[in-house]
């Protein structure tokens, strides 16, 4: 299964840089402009932020009491990010890697999903810190509109509704069967008239709960490991921030802390809540008009813009693909089982 999710991944990915291929073209042009000594290092802390991600992955993996190297972690979570980019679906790709590594090991699938669930969460708790002081930037200057209220919104929303279904794992099990059974009865009525067929089973989604609660469970007995990924979520936030920060130094634009603030907080939030596959085309026109506004000459602000893009978005969905194949060639050993 996983091979053949690993095959149709770089099958979508060979597809996508296909179609972005003169966005590629005209990023790499733009960056070749910089100065090579704050893009290298802009790379270098690229590296950094995919091992942050990888050390989140691990905290909250063993908070459910699921062990893995950290190394493989790094591999799993770049390809995640890959597969999740070019053949979106909702995160059910990418999830799919960890899934099949977890069972390898013999652990349920539910579980692995509630570890998921958990950096999700404080990804996006991370994020909202960033968040709140970028809107407030923002506001102070008169450059807050409704794009941006709204979809904080609808970020918030979502996190919101990640954590309800959280506590109600904690809270019991029939409480989160009930809340996934009634979501997979509504999902139906709203696909039934375009698939003619119910897409999700009531019965597996109770089962589902029951064995996210096993997971959950392991939350309870060591509530302490539940401190260290949220640090790591605000951590892997500050890193975007300086890369952003050496963006404007790699082509000689001054910055005040208030624009790097603002803007990275809007190329992030644009990132999750984009119609398109992790904002491509989205991030890159709302980023260059917000730092318009910001009195970023509109070349530069265009010119930042497409170099960030290249260092944050490209660069790791390159490291995506490599680490897909690295996954194809080395399949994780099953867990040995004592007698």
Sequence with gaps: MRKFLIAIGLLFGVIFLAGHFSEVERILTTIQRGDWRYILLSLLLIVLWLVNI????????????IDERLVRLVIMSAAATFINTVAPSA??????????????KGKTGARTMVASALYVIYDYLGFFLLLGL????LFRRNNLNMTEVIASIILLGICGGMVFLLYLGFKSEQALAD??????????????PFIK?????????????????????????QPEDLIYPFILAITNKAILLVIFYLMFRAFQVPVSIGTLVAGTSLAYLFL???????????????????????????NDALVITLAYRGVTFWFPLLLGG????????????????KT
């Design 54 to 65: 990888a050390s989140s992955y691990k905290a909250v993996f063993k908070a459910v009491g």
């Design 91 to 104: 995160g059910i790709g990418g999830m799919a890697i960890f899934i099949s590594e977890a069972r390898q």
């Design 134 to 137: 970028g809107l407030l930037v």
């Design 179 to 192: 809340a996934l059974a009634w979501l997979a009865r509504t999902a139906n009525k709203i696909l039934r």
């Design 197 to 221: 067929r119910d897409r999700f089973s009531v019965e597996n989604a109770r089962g589902f709960a029951r064995d996210a609660v096993q997971g959950i469970s392991e939350l309870r007995n």
């Design 272 to 298: 999750i809540v984009s119609p398109t596959p992790s904002g491509v085309g989205v991030v890159e026109g709302m980023l260059t008009l917000a730092l318009r506004s910001m009195f970023i000459p509109g």
């Design 322 to 337: 490599l680490a897909m194949r690295w996954l194809d060639t080395n399949p994780g050993q099953p867990q040995v089982q």
